[in-house]
Every structure is written in C-alpha cells, then in structure tokens.
C-alpha cells in the first residue's frame, strides 16, 4: 500500500492567488481528515468527511478555505484568495472505521504564501 | 473546550537515560487517547490508542500509560533513532465521530 498520498510536496505562491492541494487517501478508508500544522497552534483540525461526506467543517479558518471529496480516492483543499498566513504544512489523513485504528497521516504539502 | 497540554515542549537525553513524557488532558468523556510519532519533513505516524484508566500498551523502548487525567509515554534505554517529536491526542464526546484534537508535542532529542 502506498500510503496516503498528498501533492504537491512544496507549494510557493503570491498573497492573492488560489492554492488546491490534492490527496489520495488508502483504499477502504472510509474517513479523512485536514490538518494544518504551525509552530505557534499545533495541529488543527480544519475539516473531516466520512463517506465521501463532509461531518464537521468547524475548523475551516474562513469562506477563503473549501474542501472537497467527489468520490472515495479523492480530495481537495482549496485556498483561494491565499494569504500569508495561510501559510503551514497541510495534512491530509484517513482511517478506517472505529476508534481503535489510529489515523494514516500523508507527508504533506507545505505551503508558503508570499 | 477539549484541552490537551503536553510536556515538557523539550526534552534532551543521552542514550540510555530513560525518562518520560507528560500529556495532561481536559475532556468531556474521553472515547481514546492516541500517541503519535513526527519525524521532520514527515506526518505523524500512529503509535498507541488508549481507551481507559489504568490501560497500558508497549511498543519496543515506549510504554504508554493513561490516567483519569494524563498519560505518560515512557521512554526506556533510548536510542539516537528515538529522537522525534512525539504527539498525543484525544477524541471525546465533545467531538463528532473520530476526530482528534492535538497537543503540541515534546520534541526528543537523543544523544550518543
């Protein structure tokens, strides 16, 4: 198995233009998961879809943040106007069903807003 | 609100020095407590879930262990390659489904 799989690896852009990252979670995983992660707030939860479903969006910072998953291998987070405090590693994770399972995290998409 | 405080934010050994990592937790109904490893450059990758007080589980040198209140990831003879940064996090009745709130982390340095 491949993992889950996140692209692009590095992301540079300018203040106002719109950023998509892309992720490709493990076959039979019905869950995943949007993290952001910076030195100042940890990670953060910024959205989680459950069969393909959106269940809790509570975590998008604001309307500029939007998430998709149009069917079960894939999702994506867009930004769009970015701004420079966009600026983080964004994690994308999937899991099985149940509590037990620990969740699979990608390798991420570091994203630098300039 | 759900918290999750881990310390300490640094922790340097030298190899072998055994110690241990802190996580204290504020949730209402704890449903799982879950460890995590983080190499630079990397996702944090699974290491333990821990469902109840008094509940342990044993990796290699890790050994986690959970109170009614924190946890603690023990770190027994550790080697250069345990140098990581180490997450916990939780998921409550606060939380829709498994979603997880994080701490932190401590990040571990180990020296030969």
């Known amino acids: 198995d491949a993992g889950v799989i996140q692209s692009p690896r590095h992301e540079v852009t300018e203040m106002g233009q719109e950023v998509t990252l892309r992720c490709k979670p493990i076959?039979?995983?019905?869950?995943l998961f949007w993290y952001r992660q910076t030195m100042m707030r940890g990670l953060e939860l910024l959205i989680y879809?459950?069969?393909?479903?959106?269940?809790?969006d509570s975590g998008m910072p604001e309307d500029r943040f939007s998430a998709k998953m149009p069917n079960a291998s894939f999702s994506t987070l867009k930004i769009q106007p970015s701004e420079p405090r966009d600026s983080a590693v964004y994690f994308c994770?999937?899991?099985?069903?149940?509590?037990?399972?620990?969740?699979?995290f990608g390798s991420g998409t570091r994203l630098t807003v300039v | 609100e759900d918290q999750v405080t881990q310390s300490p934010e640094a922790l340097r050994l030298q190899e072998g020095e055994s110690s241990s990592l802190n996580c204290s937790y504020t949730?209402?109904?704890?449903?799982?407590l879950f460890w995590y490893r983080q190499d630079p450059g990397k996702g944090p990758e699974f290491l333990f879930t821990?469902?109840?007080a008094g509940e342990e589980k044993e990796k290699e040198r890790l050994k986690a262990t959970l109170t009614k209140k924190e946890s603690f990831l023990h770190i027994t003879a550790p080697k250069p390659e345990d140098s990581a940064t180490y997450l916990c996090?939780?998921?409550?009745?606060?939380?829709?489904?498994?979603?997880?709130?994080f701490g932190k982390g401590t990040t571990l340095s180990v020296s030969s």
């Open positions: 821990l469902y109840s």
């Open positions: 949730v209402s109904g704890l449903r799982g």
């Open positions: 879809f459950n069969n393909n479903v959106p269940i809790d």
């Open positions: 996090a939780v998921n409550s009745a606060n939380q829709a489904g498994t979603a997880l709130i």
């Open positions: 076959s039979g995983h019905d869950y």
């Open positions: 994770a999937s899991s099985p069903p149940g509590r037990r399972y620990g969740y699979t």
